[in-house]
C-alpha cells in the first residue's frame, strides 16, 4: 500500500473539511470519512505513518488520524 497515495487522499479530505466553520466537527467529519470509507488496512497504515513520526499531514487530518488511532488503541484493551 503507497503511503503517499493514503496522504495524498487524506489531505484531499481535510481540505473539504476545513472549510466548516466549527474545528472539532471538521476533525470529527475527517474521522468519519475516514472510519466510513477507508478500508482497516487504509486506515492502519495512515495510523502507523502518523505515529512513526511523519508530519506531511494537514493538521486537521493528523488530529483525526490520532482520534483514529485512539479508537484502535481502546478495540485492542
Known sequence: ????????????????FESQPDRNEAVAGVADHLRRFWDPRMRRAIVA????????????VADAVKVLAAEQAERKN
Open 1 to 16: 500500500m503507497n503511503v503517499e497515495h493514503l496522504v495524498t487522499m487524506a489531505n484531499q479530505i481535510g481540505a473539504f
Open 49 to 60: 505513518h502518523v505515529q512513526g513520526g511523519h508530519n506531511d499531514l494537514k493538521q486537521i
